[in-house]
């Protein structure tokens, strides 16, 4: 790791040195080589949505999924952890996202008309989205298309879209809920000053991240931190949803504590449409 990439640039007739480390300098070749390979991807449409089921926690009853956006790419699968970030950067999030909101969208109308489904459908949104001044109008727009309840339809935002204009993002909330779209909060307790967002953000749902869940059978902190939150929105009116749930103890302390839904690979993994549209047809039955 002592190697040291050296570019020189030549700007404003001065020399100016940058330097990576070959590490930045591969991550950099990947980007670059994920960017070319994207805007391909955009135009043959090679993505596909799976759905993770969400339960009731006192229920057990199906409360809805989460559409998980991947890219096939030649013949391989590939996570959003990888090319969302890189889509972000170049603007093509903007395309790809579109696209996720309406195949989640038409994919609900679908499990509504021919399954008699009620759940709903959470579609996570990045934060360029919905700086877009033309966001909640495009996403009504495809709602009204297809002909769903807007209170099946859940939008997904994280801590980070509300750093830079909190006051555009609440009125854009607003919005949204006038419709009767519902909002959650996404990757709860990964982000800084979560408690001052709170007080001020009109949201249905709060997305406990799955990093506090991790901690909460085996770290009496992170157990009474947990808690805590899920008691305090309760308060505010706030549903609860545990994300990354993997143990049966952890189940058991949520339920505990309340906390409304329960997300995670102990109840289900991300899946197919068809997968899904079976498991519905098993709980009508
Ligand atoms: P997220 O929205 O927080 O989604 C939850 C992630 O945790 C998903 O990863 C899911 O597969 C994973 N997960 C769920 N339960 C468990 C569990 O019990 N154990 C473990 N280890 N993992 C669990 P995935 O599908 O790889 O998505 C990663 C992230 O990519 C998402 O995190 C979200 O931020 C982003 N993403 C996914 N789809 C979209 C999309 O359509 N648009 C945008 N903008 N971002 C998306
Ligand atoms: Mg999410
Ligand atoms: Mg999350
Ligand atoms: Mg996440």
Sequence with gaps: NAEIAVFEVKKNGK?????????????????????????????NEDFLLLYQPQYDTRTNKLRGVEALVRWKNNGTIV??????????????????????????????AKWKNELDYDGIMSINISTLQIKKEDFVRKLKAVIDKYYVNP?????????????????GIISKINTMRAYG??????????GFSSLAYLKDLPIDTLK????????????????????????MVKQLGVITVAEGVESKEQFEHLKKMNCDNIQGYLLGKPMSEDDIAKLIMQKQE
Excluded: H
Aim: charged share 25%.
């Design 151 to 167: 209170e099946d339809v859940e939008i997904e935002i994280t801590e980070s879209v509300l750093i830079e204009d909190l006051e």
């Design 79 to 108: 996570s959003p952890n990888i090319f969302i970030p890189v889509s972000e950067n170049n603007g093509s999030i903007i395309l790809i996202g579109d696209w996720v909101i309406n195949k989640a969208v038409s994919t609900l």
């Design 208 to 231: 406990i991240d799955k990093s506090f869940i991790d901690g909460i059978a085996s770290d009496s902190s992170t157990a009474i931190i947990t808690q805590s939150v899920i008691a």
């Design 15 to 43: 020399n100016n040195i940058c330097y990576f480390n070959n590490e930045m300098y591969s991550d950099f070749l990947d980007a670059l080589r994920i960017e070319r390979q994207l805007s391909a991807a955009i135009d």
């Design 181 to 190: 779209i519902k909002v959650s909060l996404d990757d709860f307790g990964t």
